[in-house]
């Protein structure tokens, strides 16, 4: 009888060492925080395990959550925050060879995924919001990996790639950012960043609607000079602060790394059939030497309906 307290001790330690994987609250380690900085992403997916419930198809968060990883979302995951906080554990500073990335850098990934939906988050504190990559969707018909676990063919005319809508995103860096990423519609969201983009989709992302943002700088400070991608890979324009930009211009390769994973993103293609439409983009974003839109060469065919323009 008196081992049972001894083992319940150990159950509990472990759980705690497997911490920098998932999601975790509090604490002041400073070795802890940087094992967290290489921590794979805490992953979400349709069984929609912790933090979330499982509600009408949707995976729900019924709290204020402060992550130590990011939080990936697998395919078809339908995540509605129901305007819950999820915070980052420690917040960014500088810029440069001082830079401090936040912790974790980025909030939510959306890495080889298809039919995601975020919707009704608040994100704060953290250096990028949201991270698409790799998110191309397949020619119109092709082979996916079921439900099972095995190869079908699946019509993808009327697939929609991931929707991200009617959230709120607070961070230094990028709100959304997508690289190589197909038919995501982002809408409906207030967007405030201090530099890099409001909304960026660079490299070949086609077919994305970017439809009534808000987006704006989150300070009256001067934007930072230095903008970077995840991991550190600077912008190829490094002097304003764009509310949308499509393409990343003459940079031949970008490289980008979000936790322990290292993505390197050439110039493989050109983007096409994107849609810039009835988005507000705050005064602020000019004053400070700066632009609302920016589409690069290669993006092709791209569509910008703005009051104003």
């Excluded at 911490?19 to 805490?42: F, G, Q, Y």
Aim: hydrophobic fraction near 40%.
């Amino acid at each position: 009888m008196r081992r049972q307290p001894l083992q319940q001790l150990a159950v509990a330690l472990l759980a705690a060492i497997s911490l920098p994987s998932a999601i975790a609250i509090e604490t002041d380690t400073n070795n802890r925080t940087e094992t967290m900085r290489v921590a794979v992403p805490h992953m979400l997916d349709p069984s929609c395990p912790a933090p979330t419930t499982s509600v009408h198809g949707e995976c729900v968060i019924g709290s204020d959550v402060t992550l130590t990883a990011p939080l990936g979302l697998a395919s078809s995951t339908r995540l509605n925050c129901h305007g819950h906080r999820i915070s980052a554990w420690r917040t960014g500073a500088g810029e440069g060879l001082t830079r401090a990335p936040s912790i974790p850098e980025v909030g939510i990934l959306v890495d080889r995924s298809i039919g995601v939906g975020i919707r009704d988050c608040v994100l704060q504190d953290f250096d990028f919001g949201i991270v698409l990559i790799n998110n191309k969707v397949p020619a119109p018909r092709g082979l996916a990996v079921g439900p099972n676990g095995r190869a079908e063919r699946i019509d993808f005319r009327f697939l929609r790639g991931n929707e991200i809508s009617t959230n709120q995103i607070f961070s230094r860096f990028g709100g959304i950012v997508g690289l190589e990423t197909d038919k995501n519609w982002i809408t409906n969201n207030l967007i405030r960043i201090v530099s890099g983009a409001g909304i960026l989709l660079t490299r070949d992302s086609s077919f994305n609607r970017i439809e009534d943002n808000d987006i704006g700088r989150s300070t009256t400070d001067p934007p930072l000079q230095h903008p970077v991608f995840p991991g550190g890979d600077q912008f190829a324009f490094n002097n304003f602060t764009p509310g949308i930009q499509l393409g990343s211009g003459v940079k031949s390769l970008i490289n980008v790394q979000i936790g322990a994973v290292f993505y390197q993103f050439p110039v493989t293609g050109r983007g096409q059939g994107n849609v810039i439409r009835d988005n507000q983009l705050n005064t602020e974003i000019v004053e400070l030497n700066s632009i609302q839109i920016f589409v690069v060469s290669m993006m092709d065919d791209t569509l910008v309906e703005e009051k104003g323009f």
